[in-house]
């Protein structure tokens, strides 16, 4: 069976994300959208659909997958692939064939059997204190488990109206432990995670665990409480060889000020993770892509304006972990989105030595970000689209989208 992975992908509807958390977060009004780089147009918008479409017609495209159910979205995820619907922009990447087709999946010089997809929920539950300031206070929100039942339910339907269907999930359950108690963080794990002493069963569908920093995540928080349920978390995946996934990019859905999501969000905030736990298994999504110019550092700026190779530290975090121990992987989800990364990436792989080059190729992920990187591109067929048409070989494709997954999922 040969599969394709999407690592990194979302499924959800409006009611799943805590808005209430995301404008808490702007303390000081509109300047905090500008000085975070939310509103930059390197990050909401690429060169080529800043000519064609409006920011509007982007994020209009981008909610229609937030109006339907998580089943619907699915369908019409295959759909597309499929070449069922039509473009409406001259400027959008285009294969000359679907890229599904005769019941599989084509892909450069490969056919693949079936699509492994790999949801991320995100976990937006909220404490009471969030509510505090309010005059209506909010309560205290479990929405990881209404999302679960969601996606569950999400994918029953799809393979209802799919039956013959290329999908398989292989979903990733979020966590944010500062909102749950440490008792109730362990029974996420034990209730919906698999691992091989426990077998998919129920709603024991989840394969891996999603954290995302900007929400309040903070990989090794100072509080002996608080570090005592991120390293609840961190026993268990490394006793069962479970599968991290971090939010990395200095941009995305955030609970916290710009200046503290970037602090716990930064790949060297693992470091004190990895030298306790070092054979953990961790995704550092988009490849640390940074955004705002008072993130990066002007040494790998002016660098990366010299030899086309990436200007971000973070980038740079990721690959010197990668170097040092041995489960440490990075995603091109959203990022992709921008061919010049492609470019960057390949440019810098290079002009690497050739076993430091391997170490880091066998690290790299295929992730699509659906439906977030609809801010960039038309549809899910033209992100693939632009990863099919990238300067890496069929080979360095087909590990980025099989062997290294399969490694980093524990599949091998």
């Known amino acids: 069976m040969e599969y394709f992975f999407d690592q990194h992908f979302h499924l959800m509807d409006i009611s799943h994300p805590n808005l209430i958390s995301f404008f808490s977060s702007i303390e000081s009004g509109i300047t905090e959208l500008f000085t975070s780089g939310a509103l930059l147009p390197s990050y909401i918008i690429t060169p080529k659909s800043r000519r064609s479409h409006t920011l509007l017609s982007r994020i209009t495209n981008t909610l229609t997958t937030f109006e339907q159910p998580i089943g619907h979205t699915l369908v019409m995820m295959e759909e597309d692939l499929a070449g069922l619907f039509a473009s409406h922009d001259d400027d959008a990447a285009r294969p000359a064939l679907p890229f599904i087709r005769d019941g599989k999946l084509h892909f450069?010089?490969?056919?693949?059997?079936?699509?492994?997809?790999?949801?991320?929920?995100?976990?937006?539950?909220?404490?009471?204190?969030?509510?505090?300031?309010?005059?209506?206070?909010t309560p205290k929100k479990e929405k990881i488990l209404t999302y679960i039942d969601d996606t569950l339910a999400g994918f029953e339907y799809y393979h209802r109206k799919r039956p013959d269907g290329l999908f398989a999930f292989f979903p990733f359950v979020g966590i944010n432990p500062p909102v749950h108690s440490r008792s109730f963080i362990e029974e996420l794990l034990s209730t919906f995670?698999?691992?091989?002493?426990?077998?998919?069963?129920?709603?024991?569908?989840?394969?891996?665990?999603?954290?995302?920093?900007?929400?309040?995540?903070?990989?090794?928080?100072?509080?002996?409480?608080?570090?005592?349920?991120?390293?609840?978390?961190?026993?268990?995946?490394?006793?069962?060889?479970?599968?991290?996934?971090?939010?990395?990019?200095?941009?995305?859905?955030?609970?916290?000020?710009?200046?503290?999501?970037?602090?716990?969000?930064?790949?060297?905030?693992?470091?004190?993770v990895l030298a306790q736990f070092p054979l953990l298994s961790i995704d550092f999504a988009h490849f640390g892509w940074q955004y705002t110019?008072?993130?990066?550092?002007?040494?790998?700026?002016?660098?990366?304006?010299?030899?086309?190779?990436?200007?971000?530290?973070?980038?740079?975090?990721?690959?010197?972990?990668?170097?040092?121990?041995?489960?440490?992987?990075?995603?091109?989800?959203?990022?992709?989105?921008?061919?010049?990364?492609?470019?960057?990436?390949?440019?810098?792989?290079?002009?690497?030595?050739?076993?430091?080059?391997?170490?880091?190729?066998?690290?790299?992920?295929?992730?699509?970000?659906?439906?977030?990187?609809?801010?960039?591109?038309?549809?899910?067929?033209?992100?693939?689209?632009?990863?099919?048409?990238?300067?890496?070989?069929?080979?360095e494709i087909h590990r980025f989208v099989q062997t290294n997954p399969l490694s980093y999922m524990g599949m091998l």
Not at 300 to 313: E, I, M, Q, Y
Not at 343 to 349: H, I, S
Not at 354 to 363: F, G
Not at 377 to 393: G, K, M, Q
């Open 293 to 395: 110019p008072l993130q990066k550092n002007p040494l790998t700026v002016l660098s990366g304006l010299a030899n086309k190779t990436p200007d971000s530290s973070w980038f740079y975090q990721i690959t010197a972990l990668m170097k040092s121990y041995p489960n440490i992987y990075a995603d091109v989800s959203f990022s992709g989105a921008n061919t010049d990364f492609y470019d960057e990436l390949f440019n810098y792989l290079s002009n690497l030595e050739e076993e430091e080059r391997e170490t880091i190729t066998a690290r790299i992920l295929f992730g699509s970000d659906f439906s977030v990187n609809l801010m960039k591109v038309e549809s899910y067929t033209s992100y693939y689209r632009l990863f099919e048409a990238s300067p890496f070989s069929d080979e």
């Open 108 to 137: 450069r010089a490969r056919t693949y059997d079936k699509m492994a997809m790999c949801p991320m929920l995100m976990d937006f539950s909220s404490s009471p204190s969030s509510g505090q300031s309010l005059y209506y206070p």
């Open 193 to 272: 995670v698999v691992t091989s002493s426990n077998q998919p069963k129920g709603k024991r569908r989840f394969y891996g665990i999603k954290v995302y920093p900007p929400l309040g995540f903070d990989p090794w928080p100072s509080d002996k409480e608080e570090r005592d349920k991120v390293i609840a978390i961190y026993v268990f995946c490394n006793e069962h060889k479970i599968p991290i996934m971090t939010h990395c990019d200095d941009q995305g859905f955030r609970g916290l000020t710009a200046k503290e999501a970037w602090r716990v969000s930064e790949p060297d905030a693992w470091r004190p």
